[in-house]
């Protein structure tokens, strides 16, 4: 079975409950012994890494790990603090943002983040586009390709995360979202609209991808009810 580690939890002395996605969704298993540094299994212990696992049933709560394989770590010798951070940012909206049942939804994404990542100039692009990814599978389609009241394609003024979309100028009202500009609105647009992690935008400057990822956190907050605590790494 091929996983994605999400979290590892402590359990009795050296042992761990290993919390992962696989392509059937969520799933916890049992480590024993993981928690020591010799451990034939002690690759796990890192988020995010891709592993081929086998388990056996137990009269446990949880199955227990016979063996497992890593297919492929997301940390390198050479990784700065941005890209880290970024890692964690990642993971932590896995974790708390998706039902169990919308995390197998998210798999096949989070693969391909992780293995874009790895090699991307651009890692800011890939973990909004990620972010999208996560807002689209948890229930939240934004609408950037017209206005999400008349559905007119002409003189779009502004997008609004309240409304869920970008908004023309015959629907503004006064309290309507007004906080980006164009170039941010077309990057955003990007971003959405994304099929792939490999999309580049010119309007993708580090102040722009910035200030999206400011306004999905503040998205996050006032629909989720969740602060990602990891994004202060990223925000100065």
């Known amino acids: 079975m091929k996983i994605i580690v ?34 034939k299994n002690a690759g796990l212990n890192t988020n995010l890494v891709i592993a081929d696992i086998e388990l056996s049933d137990s009269n446990n709560k949880y199955p227990i790990l016979k063996s497992s394989s890593i297919i492929s770590s997301p940390i390198q010798l050479n990784n700065d603090l941005t890209y880290l951070g970024i890692l964690m940012v990642i993971n932590e909206a896995t974790k ?30 890939v973990m ?31 997008f609004s995360f309240s409304d869920g979309g970008f908004v023309c100028s015959h629907c503004l009202k006064p309290n309507t979202e007004h906080d980006l500009s164009n170039d941010q609105m077309l990057l955003l647009r990007s971003i959405i609209n994304a099929d792939s992690f490999n999309v580049s935008s010119p309007y ?22 969740i602060h990602l605590r990891s994004a202060s790494l990223l925000i100065s």
């Open 96 to 125: 708390t943002m998706l039902q169990d049942e919308e995390k197998q939804l998210i798999y096949s994404s989070l693969i391909e983040t992780i293995n874009t990542l790895k090699k991307s100039a651009d890692p800011w692009m």
């Open 6 to 39: 999400i979290s590892v939890t402590p359990y009795k002395e050296n042992d761990a409950i290993v919390n992962a996605i696989s392509e059937e969704g969520a799933i916890s298993f049992l480590a024993r012994g993981i928690l020591k540094p010799q451990s």
């Open 204 to 225: 993708a400057s580090l102040e722009n991808k910035k200030i999206i990822f400011n306004k999905f956190l503040e998205f996050i907050v006032d629909s989720y009810g």
């Open 128 to 158: 909004l586009i990620y972010l999208g990814r996560i807002f689209k599978y948890s229930g939240y389609e934004f609408e950037v390709n017209k206005c999400v009241f008349c559905g007119s394609k002409k003189e779009i003024k502004t």
